[in-house]
């Protein structure tokens, strides 16, 4: 439940509103800033859908965290990665996204990296975005857990 801060009084007009079809993550970061009206970043505890139409290349990466959660799974040479990519060569007219991320499964911290056109397509539920100090200070809260029901 929501207390009823100004933010989340603002939060609150904008639950299920979708963004979309932005041609940079700063215009997308910027109609995002305006709704909530957040200063400094913002964490987003929930689910994000982005599609990239005409993708030339890629590349994930997941660093794996110990089945307990508690810090990131050594071997010999290290923290133990798990990675893939795809596509050749990359024209000078594609962008590079840069998406950090946790990941559930494989579990750990990830980063994927798309060439892809200018344009993107990206729905978020606004009510899933808080101030990026909430999440700092209370990871146990506003981490995202698996919602039954929804």
Same mark, same amino acid.
């Given at each position: 439940?929501?207390?009823?801060?100004?933010?989340? &009084?603002?939060?609150?007009? %904008? /639950?299920?509103?979708?963004?979309? @079809?932005? @041609? *940079?993550?700063?215009?997308?970061? &910027?109609?995002? &800033?305006? %709704?909530?009206? /957040?200063?400094?970043? $913002? !964490? /987003? =505890?929930?689910?994000? *859908?982005?599609?990239?139409? @005409?993708?030339? =290349?890629?590349?994930?990466? /997941?660093?794996? #965290?110990?089945?307990?959660?508690?810090? #990131?799974?050594?071997?010999?040479?290290?923290?133990?990665?798990?990675?893939? *990519?795809?596509?050749?060569? $990359?024209?000078?007219?594609?962008?590079?996204? !840069?998406?950090?991320? $946790?990941?559930?499964?494989?579990?750990? *911290?990830?980063?994927?990296?798309?060439? =892809?056109? @200018?344009?993107? $397509? %990206?729905?978020?539920?606004?009510?899933?975005?808080?101030?990026?100090?909430?999440?700092?200070?209370?990871?146990?809260?506003?981490?995202?857990?698996?919602?039954?029901?929804?």
């Amino acid at each position: 439940m929501l207390s009823e801060s100004p933010l989340n &009084k603002e939060l609150k007009k %904008h /639950v299920g509103q979708e963004v979309g @079809n932005y @041609n *940079s993550y700063s215009s997308l970061y &910027k109609e995002l &800033k305006k %709704h909530l009206e /957040v200063d400094g970043d $913002i !964490y /987003v =505890a929930g689910m994000v *859908s982005v599609i990239f139409p @005409n993708v030339e =290349a890629g590349v994930i990466e /997941v660093a794996l #965290f110990k089945e307990s959660g508690e810090g #990131f799974l050594y071997g010999p040479e290290g923290i133990v990665r798990v990675t893939r *990519s795809w596509g050749n060569t $990359i024209s000078s007219s594609k962008k590079e996204y !840069y998406i950090d991320f $946790i990941s559930d499964w494989p579990f750990g *911290s990830g980063n994927l990296r798309i060439y =892809a056109e @200018n344009e993107f $397509i %990206h729905s978020i539920d606004v009510k899933d975005c808080i101030p990026l100090s909430w999440y700092v200070e209370n990871p146990e809260k506003y981490a995202y857990q698996t919602r039954v029901g929804d």
